[in-house]
């Protein structure tokens, strides 16, 4: 009779247990992409294992997803557009699933109790993008196809094209990256290169594992024909670049200008915080750089020394992206409103080295011509810095006045004060994410000073303040 009745209230407690599971909801509540990101849950690792064709540009891919469940889950999503699905499997159990956009609404097997680990299988197959409205993706492309190779570059959202992710970096995690390709090409992505397996059928693949936290959209994989250079900076940072081959004899430059920046950089920011970096040169002419995450990309307008932002040459679009592997990677903004903490801090520190090579009244009169650039914006894309909305997250107001915003309060403060600021807001956020308000906090914490009126002017207001180089 006991056990009966212990069997009844086991079956009770089960099926209450799946009556008050929860729907994990698309959207991690972003306040310009509320499609990006899903709630639920909190992914720890992904395994992403890709055979790439080169030559019929498809890919078949195998994504493990290592989650952990913030809530009760019947029902979970991630992002994902295009492509077709194999299977999935929830926990090595068949799972159900729906797409709608963006959306891969997953029910599994056996709802997901909170603080439960749980492990997601997505088999796939088809060409990253194809089919797919490119209104779907703002700003972000995602796996590009070129002439004989490939890059991935995915800011905010292009991540969702070819791998199921939870695409907002509010929730980052480490990757493993199992690319497999023909034996005459080469990948470079993120992390540090742990070994080329040959195939039975003539192919190889490179296993790369990134131990630091990642945004998803600063996954990077690049596949081509390039030469590589192998080093160390200071007592061990692995670093790596990759240029086509025929630039392999600008190898050796590319790092010994990056050890530079990098014991410049360490000198204003505290020290590098991720396990290597480095640069890849795809072979393409592109109209951007990226700071994916240890190692940086670039097209091979770079090798060309054209000019950026109307200044300097390779130098200063290189410091701007090593910069960010700080401000942006591993201290990730908390929202894409907080984009300041990432396009303006590395103009600022693009603005520093200016200054270490160039001298200060170099960097004073493009700060001057800026300012009177920026004067001249229209209304509608001189927008407040902590508010500069979806179509302006790469507008020429957020990395020029988002760079004067810092020297401003470098002439306010002075040097040994803002830089210490600015380490202090590193280390309190590394490998996490933060919001500009948090670097508000930061700033009067260690300063000591209200700082209400300065970025009330600087940041939330749209009139320009007046400039920090006035007499």
Known sequence: MVLKRRIVLFIILSLCS?????????????????????????????????????????????????????????????????????????????????????ELIITPETPLLENQPFTVHVVYNGSPGKGVSSSNLPFGRGWTWISDGVYVASEPGGSAVWYPVNDHPLDKATYTLQITVPQDYTVAANGLLQDVISESDGRQTYLWEAENPIASYLVTVNIGRFAMLETVYGDGLPLRFFVPERFADELPALADVTKEMLAFFESVFGVYPLEAYGIVVVDATLDFALETQTLSLFGRDLLAGDQWLGIGGADIVMAHELAHQWFGNSVSPASWRDIWLNEGFATFAQMLWLEYTQGTAEMNAIYDSWYDNISYLSASRNTPLADPGDDNLFSINVYLRGALVLEALRQELGDELLFAILQAFHETYRNGNASIEDFIATAEAVSGQSLTDFFTQWLYERDLPLSPLSD
Not at 65 to 91: C, P, R, W, Y
Request: glycine share 10%; hydrophobic share 40%; proline share 2%.
């Open 18 to 102: 799946i009556a008050f599971a929860q729907d994990g909801l698309g959207g991690i509540g972003d306040p310009y992409f509320p499609d990006f990101g899903n709630n639920g849950y909190d992914v720890q690792h992904y395994t992403i294992a890709l055979n790439v064709n080169m030559e019929e540009q498809t890919l078949n891919g195998t994504a493990m997803i290592e989650s952990l469940a913030t809530q009760d889950l019947s029902v979970f999503h991630l992002d994902f557009l295009g492509m077709s699905i194999k299977q999935i499997t929830v926990n090595n159990a068949a799972a159900t699933f729906e797409r709608d956009g963006r």
